[in-house]
């Protein structure tokens, strides 16, 4: 089994139907699958499909075996609620591009260190471009690059979440890096 010791007895007492137990043993997960589905789905709806996926976590968790980590067991519940939200979005025709959820949400997940001001300001603007771009790679794609350099997620763990092979997890993050890098091309002098 996958999942670490101190986690067996909060699962044990979560799947026996103790929520207190889930709760704790989820919570560790939280602000990673936040951000996670901050850059799926946009950061206003973020903790709604967060949400969504805890609830649906709840009502499959008899069903974890414990072949996966608990996290990506985790994630990949996420990343499906992500994709239900991206659907019906998209069925509701309410795409959004609020560029300051954006810039708040990769401000969130800037170093603690305090730049200079106008260090600060160039740091903002690259984040807001390299944001910007990622937002235009397809979701197969997003969603590699996301748990690869975000959430520093290894090819085991990426491809347990995605329900993909890690073949496959190589070769999206291969071309994901190509499209990001293409994308990024227009802004290629203010990122230097």
Known sequence: MKIENSQLELLQKAQEGD???????????????CEFLSRLVGEDSAEDVFMKAMLNAWRALKSFSGK?????????IARY????????????????SDEEE???AVGRL????????????????????????LQQLPEMHRSVLVLYYYQDFHYTE??????????TVMSRLH?????????????????V
Do not use: C
């Open 19 to 33: 929520f207190e137990a889930f709760a704790e043993l989820t919570e560790p997960f939280r602000k990673g699958a």
């Open 68 to 76: 996966s980590s608990y996290k990506t067991w985790l994630f990949s």
């Open 81 to 96: 609620a992500a994709l239900d939200e991206l659907r019906n979005t998209k069925a509701r025709n309410e795409v959004s």
């Open 102 to 104: 954006s810039e708040a």
């Open 110 to 133: 800037e170093d603690e260190r305090t730049p200079a001001p106008s260090q600060s300001l160039e740091n903002e603007e690259r984040n807001r471009m390299v944001e910007q771009a």
């Open 158 to 167: 990426i491809a347990e979440t995605l329900g993909i092979s890690i073949g």
């Open 175 to 191: 071309h994901a890096k190509g499209k990001l890098e293409k994308a990024l091309k227009p802004y290629q002098k203010d990122l």
